[in-house]
């Protein structure tokens, strides 16, 4: 079964850019959920979507977006980049209707602002 | 601002000692605890999870003790191996998907 995939693995922009990053969970998750990776501030929660619906969303500007097509692949969109949006970009799958908070993480999208 | 506190922020274990990292939390509402394990240039993998009913869960070398009063986990790695050596992130979650995490545990096992 293959695992989750994310496009880019690594990008370059410049202030003032934005960015789309893509998602394909494992086959048969409906869940898609996003989170920011930096090492000042850990992992933080950016938003989730089940069946092209957002359930949560994290405390962020709305700089960040997103969104889930039918086949359940996702994608996240950010605006205006500035420096500070620099972090490493997860993506994580689960099947969205248990709550066990099992998310199978893929190995993210590497985003630096210059 | 953080919901879940994680300590230390590195660890230097020896092959076959104990490991131990601690979290924190706050809001009552959480009732899902996993702990996830990530190496360098991979994403989390979830490690061991826990709900507020129990205090204690093992599996294999792997332990998380759970004091609901204090509101306070730990995750415990019995006979640490140098492949256990990668960073640690404690989370809680009241949504079963919108995981606040600790700022994450840097485990080094020395052989």
């Known amino acids: 079964k293959a695992g989750v995939t994310q496009t880019p693995r690594y990008l370059i922009k410049t202030r003032g850019q934005q960015v789309t990053l893509s998602c394909s969970p494992i086959?048969?998750?409906?869940?898609v959920s996003w989170y920011q990776q930096t090492p000042g501030q850990g992992l933080q929660f950016l938003f989730e979507?089940?069946?092209?619906?957002?359930?949560n969303k994290g405390n962020f500007p709305g700089r960040f977006s997103g969104r889930q097509f039918s086949n359940s692949r996702s994608e996240m969109n950010v605006s205006t980049l500035e420096l500070g949006d620099s972090a490493l970009y997860l993506c994580?799958?689960?099947?969205?209707?248990?709550?066990?908070?099992?998310?199978?993480f893929g190995e993210g999208s590497r985003l630096t602002v210059l | 601002q953080q919901q879940v506190k994680q300590s230390p922020q590195s660890l230097i274990v020896q092959k076959g000692g104990i490991s131990i990292i601690n979290c924190a939390y706050e809001?009552?509402?959480?009732?899902?605890f996993p702990w996830y394990q990530q190496f360098p240039g991979k994403g989390p993998a979830l490690l061991i999870a826990?709900?507020?009913?129990?205090s204690e869960k093992k599996e294999g070398r792997f332990t998380i003790s759970f004091n609901k009063s204090a509101k306070q986990f730990s995750l415990h790695i019995m006979d640490s191996q140098p492949g256990d050596s990668a960073t640690y992130f404690c989370?809680?979650?009241?949504?079963?998907?919108?995981?606040?995490f600790g700022k994450g545990t840097s485990l080094l096992v020395t052989p």
């Open positions: 979507y089940f069946s092209e619906t957002q359930r």
């Open positions: 809001n009552t509402a959480f009732d899902y």
């Open positions: 086959s048969g998750h409906r869940s």
């Open positions: 989370a809680a979650t009241s949504s079963g998907y919108a995981l606040n």
């Open positions: 994580a799958s689960s099947d969205g209707t248990t709550n066990t908070g099992e998310l199978f």
């Open positions: 826990i709900r507020p009913d129990v």
